[in-house]
């Protein structure tokens, strides 16, 4: 059973269209450094440009707008107040985006002490926002598997903002990690927690809810969202290990591991798949058909994966790490992201002004707020771009190409998200121009 939607919890709108909007912009950044460093930065996972536009996307497109999605989810979903949203939006956004810029420069410069002060910043940054996400979650009456979902994703993300900042210290600080733990599995952890552990259980998370809510779809069978979720963590858990286990027995069971996270990442793209395929409504949308690619590129990844697996001459090549990248973060997460951005503002839009306006002045209809013919040309743009990203992978004389195409796509999504904002403040203010002429003073 699902937690019911308390609506009038939601933070001001301001709270998560600052992480919305900034979130596209570092992905444009992105494709400019592929394009700018060309074949360069496809040569292996470890190049200066591949680092950078690794953690472009991942601390700062996807975690902007994650963070953002969350100020608003826990809200609605745990139907409780979080602690001075607005408060906590103004502290965080502004050091989760100068983190990012810090870790990008300093993988692309090769500066430790940027290292250093990237792993501060995000410290702060994400110490704040998983305290009040932890205190609202844990506090909340709400009961479901969505908030149990929702809980495991903030530790997840706990975890990976835990190693990463030993990693930037390490890095910082250019001391020798083996010491302790070997550097290799500590940034097999990190990021598998990123992915898995925080990214994919926050997908899962939100789509149990949203995916039947917004695609019409039949509600996700009770046994995999029981236990969906309680086997991904188990497998993290287990994957996690090898920090501690000796050298010589890791590979024994690693693999073994992997293969079951594999599956499990797998049956949920499947299910999403089988249930998108019995939706009521016949009509594609954007939102729609990016979910569908986001699923087949998870379908992907994990076929991939364990081809590497099976083939160590495929697997142990320097750029397949990099094929299992573009799927799981072009492909997966920001398929989901932006198709789920075409969703989100336009509806917190409509919910805003509705609650300002009520019947006096109606807001407009959810598909006026961003036209559905730019939704589908950026989303076919999206599409392109993953598949020259794939293809530059196999053929690295693509890249720039595949770079100035993701840049392309990152921008335009931008604009139209900048369109939903002009159209939601436009229509704001007529409402308090006529609560003004009406009674003297503004809606609060």
């Known amino acids: 059973m699902q937690p019911a939607l308390s ?21 444009a950044v992105a494709g400019l450094v592929l394009a700018w460093f060309g074949p360069v930065a496809l040569q ?31 809200a609605v979903v745990a139907g409780n107040n979080i602690w001075r949203p607005h408060l906590v939006a103004s502290l965080v956004h502004p050091m989760i985006t100068a983190g990012a810029v810090f870790l990008a420069t300093a993988f692309l410069l090769e500066q430790p002490i940027l290292f250093l002060v990237a792993a501060l910043v995000f410290a702060a940054a994400l110490g704040l926002f998983l305290t009040v996400m932890a205190i609202a979650l844990l506090r909340t009456p709400a009961r479901g598997m969505s908030i149990h979902i929702l809980r495991l994703a903030v530790f997840g993300l706990l975890v990976t903002v835990a190693l990463g900042a030993t990693l930037a210290v390490t890095l910082g600080l250019q001391a020798d990690a083996a010491t302790t733990w070997s550097l290799l599995a500590m940034i097999n952890v990190h990021v598998a927690w990123g992915l898995a552990g925080w990214a994919l259980m926050l997908v899962i998370g939100v789509s149990i809810l949203v995916v039947p809510m917004f695609q019409l779809t039949p509600a996700y069978p009770d046994w995999m969202t029981r236990a969906l ?31 079951a996270g594999m599956l499990l990442a797998g049956a949920y793209a499947i299910t999403t798949l089988w249930l998108q395929s019995r939706r009521r409504r016949r009509l594609t949308d954007a939102t729609f058909i990016l979910w569908r690619v986001a699923m087949l590129s998870l379908l992907a990844f994990a076929m991939s994966w364990v081809i590497f697996d099976l083939v160590p001459q495929l697997g142990d090549h320097s750029r397949a790490p990099l094929w299992l990248g573009v799927l799981a973060l072009p492909g997966v997460f920001l398929s989901v992201i932006t198709g789920m951005l075409y969703k989100i503002m336009p509806f917190l839009n409509w919910l805003h002004l509705q609650q300002q306006g009520g019947s006096a002045i109606p807001p407009p209809n959810m598909k006026q707020m961003i036209p559905e013919a730019s939704m589908r040309r950026q989303m076919w743009l999206h599409i392109t771009a993953l598949g020259l990203l794939l293809a530059a992978v196999l053929w690295p004389a693509l890249a720039s190409t595949a770079g100035l195409a993701f840049f392309a796509s990152c921008i335009w999504l931008e604009w139209n998200l900048i369109g939903a904002a002009r159209v939601y403040a436009r229509f704001r203010d007529k409402i308090r121009a ?4 009406q009674h003297g003073t503004p809606p609060i």
């Not at 609506?7 to 992905?27: D, K």
């Not at 996972?45 to 953002?68: K, N």
């Open 434 to 437: 006529a609560a003004v002429a």
């Open 44 to 74: 292996s996972r470890w190049s200066p440009g591949a680092l950078a536009m690794t953690h472009l996307i991942v601390v700062d497109f996807m975690l902007q707008a994650m963070c953002g999605s969350l100020l608003q989810f826990v």
């Open 229 to 259: 979720p309680a086997g991904l963590f188990l497998i993290l858990c287990l994957w996690s290990l090898q920090l501690f286990a000796p050298k010589d027995t890791v590979q024994a069971w690693q693999s073994g591991v992997a293969l």
């Open 7 to 27: 609506f009038e919890q939601a933070p001001p709108i301001s709270v998560p269209y600052r992480f919305f909007l900034t979130a596209p912009v570092f992905g």
